[in-house]
């Protein structure tokens, strides 16, 4: 592999400092593979989506987009045991409206040419749903879990974290992500159309591309904007985070004020209920 730039991820108090490196995994003299860059993010302990990680990135985006030739990205994790385990969520409650706009949703739209995730570990909660902003999934076949958790420590998905997996995956798969909060396998994964094929590599990911005749497929200009009309939903829920918002908070109200009136309603059966039984 030849390396074609380096950027280190600037240490936290929640993470050790890491590094997003972009590698050729094949060699530059074979044409129709030129333009593949592997970009590998290693943040210890687990790849947590921080403001750093997600600055590192974006910016690793920017050089692939404007510095170098159009082709297909790869991501991948330079930590074995996962790919990443989602939102680091004591950042998150600190901020949560300058870490959803400013970092997170910036992240998940920010895509132009065709990109694979390469799920070589865990993928949990916002660590899946970035891997689903990707084009496509390969997803280790022996090693990790693709979970969404959110529903076993207490958190509602947000309303672009629903879309991206609305659009691109069937009902009864998304059903057992969410509301089971089931752990997929790799075979089991593929078989539910989570991800799109099964592997422990880069040659895979490779073999994959070019079965797929992908490394030419952004030369055009127009891949971003095919996929900005077919994710029309899920991008304009991304960039109107105060339109969703005011959105819940009118579910919230009418959920209380039917609360209230259910209440209403059991109060009185009791009361019936007593007044019977004398």
Not at 56 to 84: C, M, P
């Amino acid at each position: 592999m030849e390396t074609v730039f380096t950027i280190p991820i600037p240490s936290s108090t929640f993470t050790s400092e890491g590094t997003f490196i972009c590698t050729t995994p094949v060699s530059t003299t074979e044409e129709e593979d030129s333009n593949t860059y592997l970009l590998t993010f290693t943040s210890p302990p687990d790849n947590r989506l921080t403001p750093s990680f997600i600055d590192t990135f974006l910016l690793a985006l920017d050089i692939i987009e404007h510095r170098l030739s159009r082709g297909v990205v790869i991501t991948t994790s330079g930590i074995t045991k996962f790919y990443s385990n989602g939102v680091d969520l004591e950042i998150a409650q600190q901020n949560p409206h300058e870490y959803l706009e400013r970092y997170l949703w910036r992240l998940f739209r920010r895509y132009p040419m065709p990109t694979l995730a390469l799920i070589n570990g865990h993928a949990f909660a916002g660590g899946l749903v970035l891997a689903m902003f990707h084009d496509y999934r390969i997803q280790n076949p022996t090693r990790g879990f693709l979970c969404m958790n959110e529903l076993e420590f207490g958190m509602a998905l947000l309303p672009p974290m629903v879309s991206v997996f609305r659009e691109k995956i069937s009902p009864q798969a998304f059903r057992s992500l969410a509301l089971e909060a089931k752990r997929f396998a790799g075979q089991e994964a593929l078989e539910a159309g989570i991800v799109d094929a099964v592997g422990s590599g880069v040659d895979e990911a490779i073999g994959f591309i070019r079965e797929r005749d992908l490394c030419g497929k952004a030369s055009t200009g127009v891949y971003g904007d095919m996929k900005e009309e077919m994710y029309r939903e899920t991008l304009g829920l991304l960039d109107d985070h105060e339109g969703s918002n005011a959105w819940r908070e009118g579910i919230e109200e009418r959920k209380n004020a039917m609360r209230e009136e259910a209440e209403e309603r059991v109060m009185k059966w009791e009361r019936e209920r007593g007044k019977a039984k004398l």
